[in-house]
């Protein structure tokens, strides 16, 4: 099965816009209204395809071609008339006929053309019937030469207005005409100097520019293009002054005021009325020239109603009223109005509007069965109102045969009850006194089976939301009934969505996925059935959906447009981009991606707007974006100094482009080229709309100046240096300025200063006037000048006093201003005295409070930075004189400005401290005040100093300990705290000990050799008991770490679940044997063998030791802490005992001598020499692991 594939194509604007919508509807049903087609393989009569327009005007150079061509069944014969007479082409050799074709080739070539000038009409018959072409009048084109004529030079007077004629010779058709001068250039036409529509040049008033003998008027023939020349002529303006000393011949439009203004008047159309008739359907042209001085302007009005505003254009200066289109609705009165300001003029122009024929309803081809009645109208309408004649087969009705089946009515015949034999063709005569119209329409009698002339298996293919036409053209006689259905069972009536057109063609206005699918037009009359099936595809649209966004790039970057399309997956979409509505420039710069457009490196010329389309055979959407290219702008140009004085200069500049960004800012820059030639220095910035700037100067320096732009993208290059301007010298305008006074030894005082520039210095000889003298005592200044230096030494003054001071700029044209007073102190010296009534406050045994009495500020000499105390820990109490630390530094504070009083922290409890403090200032330190001794109370002790077990036996232990490094008092005895820990957060009993000072050991009897304790040992003094040390041990130290959980050894359900374990194990060690010995592996001891269990390793036989115990925690609670639940010791890993760990390690304390830290012991790995047992596990290391 064959299928055709019709695309409904549905552009961008279809898509939007519903209005378009209706206009692409009406193209597609157009045939509806079109004459009906017959099949070409059925009997019909002649109908004109093709002729000549009615009026034919043709080249005398070419061969007139007179086109007829014309269908029917059987072909049909063609003859013609020429003036009302039958015209015999075969007896013409210089016409010929086409063959099969009515179409006439007359070859006039040496001939004259005239002869075949006339009135030609077309005749096309055949059994059937006669149709007839219009009449076409054929005339040849005409380019007459001008007549010769006389033309005297015209002399007018300045101020007048002004005809010249051209008067061109008739032509067919008729000329273009235009002025020139003797050198082929058009003569400039404005408000003043136009050109009417019938080629006349119009002067509203004449300037002496309009002297000139070369006014030249051409026709251009278009025909023959051919241009034809009138004689020159020749104008000559006067002046006033010239005429009253000339005697002059053919002077023209002299009047009594020739030069001065007057008001408007029309020089054409000449009156107040005039009327202009046009034909419907034509261009409507109204002119109206008026003269005047000044030059009056021309404005259009229509009275009682307004302008058609998408008809209308003005020519010629608003000199032309142009409408296309004419219709009855643009009659009536319109009025131009030439105005100027001494006053108007108006002019009334009544348009009549007048119709040739034209068509309401032509006459259209009828089919018919026999015994069927049909109707042929012929409705025009025209002014005056036509005169209507119908002829039959080309002859009028009147003298056709009489046939009683025929009834005319005016412009309506009726035919009844035809039958086979009465085909004709029927023409239609419509005229009045401005033309005719002829239309031929043929009946044709048949009987006829349905036929379907639509491809069958057409797939129509549309967009979702679109319009879809799926065509069932038929042809019948009786016309058939046309009946749809969809997917072969449902039956389409005319109701939404559907709608069913007389030609059968089924409309879904608004397509939707669900309408897919396929399609059947059954075609039925009296004679017969005819179907046929068509596909309806309908399809997702075509989308952006990321439009090209507005993009500002720099020159030499690149620009990235991003274009993102959705499309249905079964159209194969193309993606296009244009520039400017134009096709990319051919340049590899340019990358066009999947969904994008790069440009890289881009440039100037690459501004622009860049549309992205992707089109689909159905559909097409399109989206654009605009690329400005911007870049820095160039320098600006042309600097001028204007306005120049001694102190300012006015600075003007021509901008640079600004390559497409707007200039935000101007900088101004100076070079000193006396003081600091090539420094350029930022002066001054103006907004970057302003092109000046008023600059205000110092004296003695060269000035040269320099701008840069500022946009967006940055600052352009600077433009060229102005000339250099100098401004002369003067006194200084400012002193020096960061002025100081500070002593740098006792007895003098260094002023200093931040020296003037060379542009600062105004002229010539700068130096400094430096003034001096102590304040608050009656003297006078003391000065001294200086030149080339930034300070100044006044020595032998008292020490640590204030001065003030000034210090004065001058130079060979003056003194600076008065200069500031500004104040200073002279050296400091070391303090004279010390603090005194140095008292300590102890607050307790670790911070003490040190109070102390100011000193006198003239005991200071200098700036006060404050006191400084110095303490240091002479001995504890407990120790005696020789034992004193004579090496211990002393601690030292400071506390800033004026203060009396300050604390001490950081103190050790029970000790003696000396203590004295110096006066501070910027010179140094004073002498020290009196040592003053205080002690610090009592306090806790530190931990003692180390705690060992020693003796262990099988139920007992000895513990020895230290006294505390730091006793903090007197120590008043010991507390020893111990308990069993476990791997259960439940922990045995806390037994407390006391002993004395002198006591450091004990032996503790009853102990369980299978249990570990942890034991915590404190010193006491009178403040209480200090921070402890511990240590975990075992009765046994020298054997095994005991496992840390509650003994449940000696427990008899335990020994009974053991022996039961033992028995079991063995049972099974025996069946396994049993069975080892036949040759057999059971499985359980395939597994083991394939993925043995870390937890259950056999025990060295040589040692019989446990695992270690490894406790991760720094710091043991009271109540103890957790080992794996289920006991297990791994063999493995250490082969450690707890004596390993009773005689120290790497453990540390805490503060309060809780012990921190890890147990770390020996680990070594198990080595195993030869080859490994097959024998099965021992039940003993079968047990063990279990424990």
């Given at each position: 099965m064959d299928f055709t594939v019709v695309h409904l194509i549905v552009g961008e604007n279809t898509m939007r816009s519903s209005g378009s919508g209706a206009v692409l509807l009406m193209i597609l049903l157009s045939h509806m209204t079109s004459a009906l087609e017959v099949p070409l393989d059925l009997p019909q009569p002649p109908t004109i395809t093709l002729q000549s327009p009615k009026d034919y005007i043709f080249d005398p150079r070419e061969n007139i071609v007179i086109h007829c061509e014309a269908k029917g069944k059987p072909h049909p014969n063609f003859s013609w008339t020429r003036n009302g007479s039958h015209f015999d082409v075969e007896q013409d050799s210089k016409v010929l006929m086409k063959p099969s074709s009515g179409t006439l080739v007359i070859d006039i070539s040496g001939e004259k053309a005239e002869a075949y000038e006339g009135t030609y009409q077309c005749t096309a018959h055949n059994d059937h019937g006669t149709a007839i072409s219009n009449n076409i009048v054929i005339r040849q084109s005409r380019s007459p030469l001008w007549s010769k004529e006389r033309l005297e030079a015209i002399t007018v007077q300045t101020g007048v207005s002004l005809v010249l004629q051209c008067r061109p010779p008739a032509g067919l058709p008729p000329p273009v005409i235009f002025w020139m001068d003797n050198?082929?250039?058009?003569?400039?036409?404005?408000?003043?100097?136009?050109?009417?529509?019938?080629?006349?040049?119009?002067?509203?008033?004449?300037?002496?520019?309009?002297?000139?003998?070369?006014?030249?008027?051409?026709?251009?023939?278009?025909?023959?293009?051919t241009i034809q020349q009138k004689q020159p002529i020749s104008v000559t303006v006067l002046e006033m002054d010239t005429m009253n000393d000339t005697s002059l011949y053919n002077v023209t439009n002299f009047s009594d005021n020739p030069t001065g203004e007057r008001r408007p008047g029309f020089m054409?159309?000449?009156?107040?009325?005039?009327?202009?008739?046009?034909?419907?359907?034509?261009?409507?042209?109204?002119?109206?020239?008026?003269?005047?001085?000044?030059?009056?302007?021309?404005?259009?009005?229509?009275?009682?109603?307004?302008?058609?505003?998408?008809?209308?254009?003005?020519?010629?200066?608003?000199?032309?009223?142009?409408?296309?289109?004419?219709?009855?609705?643009?009659?009536?009165?319109?009025?131009?109005?030439?105005?100027?300001?001494?006053?108007?003029?108006?002019?009334?122009?009544?348009?009549?509007?007048?119709?040739?024929?034209?068509?309401?309803?032509?006459?259209?081809?009828?089919?018919?069965?026999?015994?069927?009645?049909?109707?042929?109208?012929?409705?025009?309408?025209?002014?005056?109102?036509?005169?209507?004649?119908?002829?039959?087969?080309?002859?009028?009705?009147?003298?056709?045969?009489?046939?009683?089946?025929?009834?005319?009515?005016?412009?309506?015949?009726?035919?009844?009850?035809?039958?086979?034999g009465s085909s004709a063709v029927y023409q239609c005569n419509a005229s009045n006194e401005f033309g005719y119209l002829i239309a031929n329409a043929f009946v044709s009698v048949l009987a006829e089976p349905p036929r379907v002339l639509t491809p069958p298996n057409q797939v129509y293919q549309v967009i979702t939301n679109s319009l879809a036409l799926l065509h069932c053209a038929t042809f019948g006689s009786p016309i058939p009934t046309i009946t749809w259905f969809k997917d072969s069972q449902i039956s389409i009536k005319s109701e939404d969505p559907y709608v069913i057109h007389e030609n059968g063609t089924l409309e879904i206005n608004v397509a939707?996925?669900?309408?897919?699918?396929?399609?059947?037009?059954?075609?039925?009359?009296?004679?017969?059935?005819?179907?046929?099936?068509?596909?309806?595809?309908?399809?997702?649209?075509?989308?952006?959906?990321?439009?090209?966004?507005?993009?500002?790039?720099?020159?030499?970057?690149?620009?990235?447009?991003?274009?993102?399309?959705?499309?249905?997956?079964?159209?194969?979409?193309?993606?296009?981009?244009?520039?400017?509505?134009?096709?990319?420039?051919?340049?590899?710069?340019?990358?066009?991606?999947?969904?994008?457009?790069?440009?890289?490196?881009?440039?100037?010329?690459?501004?622009?707007?860049?549309?992205?389309?992707?089109?689909?055979?159905?559909?097409?959407?399109?989206?654009?974006?605009?690329?400005?290219?911007?870049?820095?702008?160039?320098?600006?140009?042309?600097?001028?100094?204007?306005?120049?004085?001694?102190?300012?200069?006015?600075?003007?500049?021509?901008?640079?482009?600004?390559?497409?960004?707007?200039?935000?800012?101007?900088?101004?820059?100076?070079?000193?080229?006396?003081?600091?030639?090539?420094?350029?220095?930022?002066?001054?910035?103006?907004?970057?709309?302003?092109?000046?700037?008023?600059?205000?100067?110092?004296?003695?320096?060269?000035?040269?100046?320099?701008?840069?732009?500022?946009?967006?993208?940055?600052?352009?290059?600077?433009?060229?240096?102005?000339?250099?301007?100098?401004?002369?010298?003067?006194?200084?305008?400012?002193?020096?300025?960061?002025?100081?006074?500070?002593?740098?030894?006792p007895g003098n005082l260094v002023i200093s200063w931040k020296s003037l520039t060379g542009f600062q210095s105004n002229g010539p000889g700068l130096e400094y006037k430096v003034l001096w003298r102590q304040s608050d005592v009656d003297q006078d200044w003391s000065s001294k000048t200086v030149a080339n230096s930034s300070h100044f030494v006044v020595s032998g003054v008292p020490v640590y006093v204030p001065y003030e001071i000034k210090v004065q700029a001058l130079n060979d044209y003056g003194n600076g201003p008065e200069a500031e007073v500004v104040v200073g102190y002279s050296g400091e010296d070391m303090p004279l005295s010390a603090a005194d009534g140095v008292l300590v406050m102890v607050h307790n045994s670790t911070v003490a409070q040190v109070h102390w009495e100011p000193v006198s500020s003239h005991s200071v000499r200098g700036k006060l930075k404050g006191y400084k105390v110095y303490y240091r820990r002479e001995r504890g109490l407990h120790e005696t004189e020789e034992e004193v630390d004579q090496e211990a530094q002393h601690q030292v504070l400071t506390f800033s400005g004026n203060q009396t009083?300050?604390?001490?922290?950081?103190?050790?409890?029970?000790?003696?401290?000396?203590?004295?403090?110096?006066?501070?200032?910027?010179?140094?330190?004073?002498?020290?005040?009196?040592?003053?001794?205080?002690?610090?109370?009592?306090g806790v002790p530190g931990p003692p100093s180390f705690l060992n077990v020693v003796n262990p036996?099988?139920?007992?232990?000895?513990?020895?300990?230290?006294?505390?490094?730091?006793?903090?008092?007197?120590?008043?005895?010991?507390?020893?705290?111990?308990?069993?820990?476990?791997?259960?957060?439940?922990?045995?009993?806390?037994?407390?000990?006391?002993?004395?000072?002198?006591?450091?050991?004990?032996?503790?009897?009853?102990?369980?050799?299978?249990?570990?304790?942890?034991?915590?040992?404190?010193?006491?003094?009178?403040?209480?008991?200090?921070?402890?040390?511990?240590?975990?041990?075992?009765?046994?130290?020298?054997?095994?770490?005991?496992?840390?959980?509650?003994?449940?050894?000696?427990?008899?359900?335990?020994?009974?679940?053991?022996?039961?374990?033992?028995?079991?194990?063995?049972?099974?060690?025996?069946?396994?044997?049993?069975?080892?010995?036949?040759?057999?592996?059971?499985?359980?001891?395939?597994?083991?063998?394939?993925?043995?269990?870390?937890?259950?390793?056999?025990?060295?036989?040589?040692?019989?030791?446990?695992?270690?115990?490894?406790?991760?925690?720094?710091?043991?609670?009271?109540?103890?802490?957790?080992?794996?639940?289920?006991?297990?010791?791994?063999?493995?890993?250490?082969?450690?005992?707890?004596?390993?760990?009773?005689?120290?390690?790497?453990?540390?304390?805490?503060?309060?001598?809780?012990?921190?830290?890890?147990?770390?012991?020996?680990?070594?790995?198990?080595?195993?020499?030869?080859?490994?047992?097959?024998?099965?596990?021992?039940?003993?290391?079968?047990?063990?692991?279990?424990?």
């Open positions: 050198i082929f250039q058009r003569l400039p036409l404005d408000n003043r100097v136009s050109q009417a529509l019938n080629g006349d040049l119009y002067f509203s008033n004449v300037l002496p520019e309009d002297n000139r003998n070369d006014y030249i008027c051409y026709a251009r023939f278009p025909y023959t293009q054409t159309p000449l009156g107040a009325s005039s009327t202009k008739m046009v034909l419907r359907g034509e261009t409507l042209e109204l002119e109206c020239i008026a003269e005047g001085l000044p030059t009056p302007e021309m404005s259009w009005q229509k009275d009682g109603g307004e302008l058609p505003t998408s008809r209308v254009s003005f020519l010629n200066y608003k000199k032309t009223l142009k409408i296309l289109d004419v219709s009855e609705a643009d009659a009536g009165d319109y009025t131009c109005t030439a105005t100027n300001r001494l006053g108007t003029a108006h002019h009334n122009i009544k348009v009549n509007v007048k119709a040739a024929p034209f068509w309401i309803s032509a006459p259209r081809n009828l089919i018919l069965a026999p015994n069927e009645t049909g109707i042929l109208t012929c409705r025009v309408n025209g002014d005056p109102k036509p005169d209507i004649n119908w002829f039959v087969n080309g002859v009028p009705i009147e003298n056709a045969p009489e046939d009683h089946t025929r009834k005319v009515d005016a412009d309506t015949v009726i035919l009844s009850r035809v039958q086979s939707q996925s669900q309408n897919s699918g396929k399609y059947t037009c059954i075609a039925t009359n009296n004679l017969g059935v005819k179907e046929n099936h068509v596909f309806l595809e309908v399809k997702e649209p075509t989308r952006i959906l990321k439009q090209p966004e507005y993009k500002v790039v720099q020159r030499g970057t690149s620009a990235v447009f991003e274009c993102k399309v959705k499309h249905d997956p079964s159209l194969i979409p193309t993606m296009t981009w244009l520039k400017n509505s134009g096709e990319l420039p051919d340049d590899e710069r340019f990358e066009v991606d999947a969904d994008s457009l790069t440009i890289k490196d881009v440039t100037d010329e690459d501004a622009g707007t860049y549309t992205c389309i992707m089109n689909t055979t159905l559909d097409r959407d399109s989206a654009r974006a605009t690329l400005t290219v911007v870049e820095k702008p160039d320098p600006p140009t042309d600097l001028e100094l204007t306005d120049q004085t001694e102190r300012s200069v006015q600075l003007t500049w021509i901008p640079g482009d600004e390559h497409n960004s707007p200039t935000q800012k101007f900088l101004i820059q100076y070079e000193d080229l006396l003081h600091e030639p090539g420094i350029w220095v930022n002066m001054t910035e103006v907004a970057g709309t302003r092109t000046t700037a008023q600059l205000d100067l110092s004296p003695y320096v060269y000035y040269s100046f320099r701008v840069l732009a500022k946009n967006q993208v940055g600052y352009s290059q600077p433009s060229q240096p102005s000339r250099q301007y100098r401004t002369n010298p003067a006194a200084p305008d400012e002193n020096p300025s960061d002025v100081h006074g500070e002593g740098t030894e009083e300050g604390r001490l922290p950081g103190l050790q409890p029970y000790s003696l401290y000396i203590i004295f403090i110096r006066v501070l200032n910027s010179k140094g330190e004073g002498p020290q005040s009196q040592e003053k001794q205080f002690e610090t109370p009592e036996s099988l139920d007992s232990l000895t513990l020895e300990w230290g006294p505390p490094v730091n006793k903090n008092g007197r120590l008043t005895g010991y507390t020893l705290k111990y308990q069993p820990v476990s791997n259960t957060t439940e922990v045995g009993p806390v037994k407390v000990m006391d002993f004395l000072v002198n006591e450091t050991t004990v032996t503790l009897d009853n102990l369980n050799s299978s249990v570990l304790y942890k034991f915590y040992l404190s010193a006491k003094t009178i403040k209480g008991a200090g921070a402890n040390v511990t240590k975990e041990a075992s009765a046994v130290m020298g054997t095994t770490v005991p496992s840390r959980h509650v003994d449940i050894a000696t427990q008899g359900w335990f020994i009974g679940l053991m022996c039961a374990i033992a028995l079991l194990i063995l049972v099974l060690l025996i069946v396994c044997f049993i069975k080892r010995n036949k040759g057999g592996k059971y499985p359980v001891k395939e597994k083991e063998e394939a993925h043995q269990d870390p937890e259950i390793q056999p025990m060295k036989e040589d040692d019989g030791t446990f695992g270690e115990y490894s406790d991760t925690e720094d710091h043991k609670p009271l109540k103890g802490s957790r080992t794996p639940s289920n006991g297990t010791v791994r063999r493995d890993e250490s082969d450690d005992s707890l004596v390993d760990y009773g005689e120290g390690g790497d453990g540390q304390f805490n503060e309060d001598g809780s012990f921190i830290g890890q147990y770390s012991g020996k680990k070594e790995k198990d080595t195993h020499e030869g080859n490994e047992s097959s024998e099965a596990p021992s039940p003993v290391n079968a047990m063990n692991s279990f424990v």
